[in-house]
């Protein structure tokens, strides 16, 4: 069992998708980053990580949605969890952190983007309020069904997600690469339904019961499709490009994973690029005004002094690194680096406005918040992870799992060991942070290659590969009917808002 810190402790965990580790103002900037830091907007981010701690070193186990969430809520790797795609589940003999506070006596609640499957698998929360966007998700979610039944659909949002509605794209579509403008009223906008009810969750918590809620918004994960009032912000013309742009992409990144829709990196102009960014930016910046209001919210209720706040992400985005886009590829720092910041309840006595550069990992937050909340650590989450509120706890490297490859990173390199034809990848990060030189096949790094190599080969046998599990899902009765009922609705309401 891991130590315990208590007392108990409210929890709050805000989750963004898709969000990239230098697209906020408190990352600050290193050898190689900074020029999307100094551009993005996000007060109220900034000065809540300015009451607490900052890691600047941030991994994600797995770049695609859900095999990130499920090690979050396990504190599990996905070869242990053994969920490895976005339409995969979580065993039911997996210990979560919501079901063991749920367990200890909190009121445990979700809001937003889940990811599961099924849609609503019970991993401990006692309500949730989803707003999804992938898969039966789409189509069994609380927001898809208030669109619906208001006569709406978002439509940007089903022209991108859902292959059924593809057809709906304009023709200038693959040159607008993910980007609009929201057609919803504001409201209804889902970074704005998700801000709604985690506040109104908030606004009901309960003094002197222990509570725990985890936000987590769609946004800014394409498409790049905000409110007029926040894209209207943002020139494109007047934006920087980001240091790690290059003229073309890598020929192995394109050969890697061969894009054939409006997501063909090749095909990516600077122009594109610019337009991406501004609406990338300008959706971060709608979040930001949401969290503002849920700090707020803990301030004014006198519940931020005993409320552990983490935000962070579940994977990063190119953004025009290596001239990609979105994820699906090689594991790059922008796709695999997560922002996260943490400010901690006043009794653990920590530090505030402080910076930690230690190799941390999503796979940390599970033992992390069952520690703060005075809650025991089951070995499961225990083992081989760190708990963030101990800065004597340490690791060398930090690894990641993505398809066919596996990464091993440590401050200085990274190494990148593939399935793919001519995939493995060495890099020197101090010297090339930028990941320009591929030095894989470099006889004088030879022996930091073997080296990182060798704790892939540990890390492995430790953390043995499963075969794959998936609960199957039953596709006929009740369920099945009420997706088909809403796609049609939806469809129709299409029609009408387009």
């Known amino acids: 069992m891991s130590r315990t810190l208590g007392p108990r402790s409210n929890v709050l965990l805000v989750v963004l998708d898709q969000w990239r580790f230098d697209c906020a103002g408190f990352a ?5 980053w900074g020029t999307l830091t100094r551009q993005v907007r996000t007060p109220h981010m900034d000065r809540f990580a300015a009451e607490g701690t900052v890691f600047t070193h941030t991994t994600c186990p797995y770049p695609v949605c859900t095999p990130s969430r499920y090690s979050m809520l396990s504190g599990l790797y996905p070869r242990q969890h053994l969920g490895s795609n976005n339409g995969s589940t979580l065993r039911r003999d997996v210990p979560t952190w919501p079901s063991l506070l749920r367990d200890a006596g909190w009121s445990t609640a979700a809001v937003g983007k889940m990811h599961m499957t ?6 401990g929360f006692d309500a949730m309020q989803l707003a999804e966007q992938h898969g039966d998700g789409y189509w069994e979610d609380d927001r898809g069904a208030g669109l619906a039944d208001a006569g709406l659909a978002d439509v ?11 057809a709906s794209r304009p023709d200038d579509w693959p040159a607008a690469r993910g980007v609009g403008v929201s057609t919803l009223p504001r409201g209804w906008h889902s ?16 003094p002197g019961r222990p509570s725990a809620l985890l936000t987590s918004f769609v946004k800014p994960h394409h498409p790049f499709d905000p409110p007029a009032e926040y894209a209207q912000r943002w020139d494109p013309d007047a934006l920087e490009l980001p240091e790690g742009w290059a003229e073309q992409p890598d020929p192995r990144d394109v050969a890697a994973y061969p894009h054939t829709d409006m997501y063909d990196s090749a095909a990516v102009t600077e122009a ?8 990338y930016f300008a959706s971060i910046e709608h979040i930001d005004d949401q969290i503002g209001r849920l700090l707020e919210i803990l301030d004014r209720r006198a519940l931020a002094d005993n409320t ?3 935000l962070t992400s579940d994977h990063g985005e190119y953004l025009g690194h290596r001239h990609l886009l979105l994820k699906n590829n090689t594991p790059y720092d922008p796709l695999i680096r997560v922002p ?4 901690w309840p006043r009794s653990l006595g920590l530090p505030a406005e402080s910076r930690d550069d230690r190799l941390a990992s999503l796979v940390d937050l599970p033992g992390t918040i069952l520690s703060a909340c005075g809650v025991d650590v089951p070995p499961t989450i225990a083992t081989d992870r760190l708990d963030l509120a101990d800065a004597s706890q340490r690791r060398d490297a930090v690894f990641v799992e ?10 200085t390199h990274k190494l990148v060991l593939s399935a793919r034809p001519d995939g493995c990848r060495l890099y020197d990060l101090a010297a090339d942070p930028l990941e320009t030189r591929d030095l894989y096949h470099d006889p004088e790094h030879a022996s930091v290659r073997n080296d990182l190599e060798a704790r892939l080969t540990r890390w492995l046998a430790f953390e043995a590969i499963p075969p794959t599990y998936s609960e199957p899902r039953l596709e006929g009765g009740p369920a099945a009917d009420a997706r088909r009922q809403r796609r049609e609705k939806t469809a129709a309401n299409l029609a009408r808002n387009r």
Request: charged content about 25%; overall charge negative; proline content about 5%.
């Open 402 to 411: 993505a398809g066919r490859d596996i990464t091993a990173r440590t401050h």
């Open 308 to 310: 552990l706040v983490i």
């Open 156 to 166: 940007t949002d089903l022209a991108d997600q859902q292959p059924a509605f593809h």
């Open 118 to 123: 099924p849609t609503r698998l019970d991993v």
């Open 191 to 206: 970074t704005d339904w998700v801000g709604d009810r985690a506040a109104r969750v908030l606004e009901q918590w309960e």
């Open 340 to 343: 996260l910041a943490v400010r």
């Open 28 to 32: 600050g900037s290193g050898p190689g």
């Open 272 to 279: 594109d690029l610019r337009q991406v960014m501004a609406h």
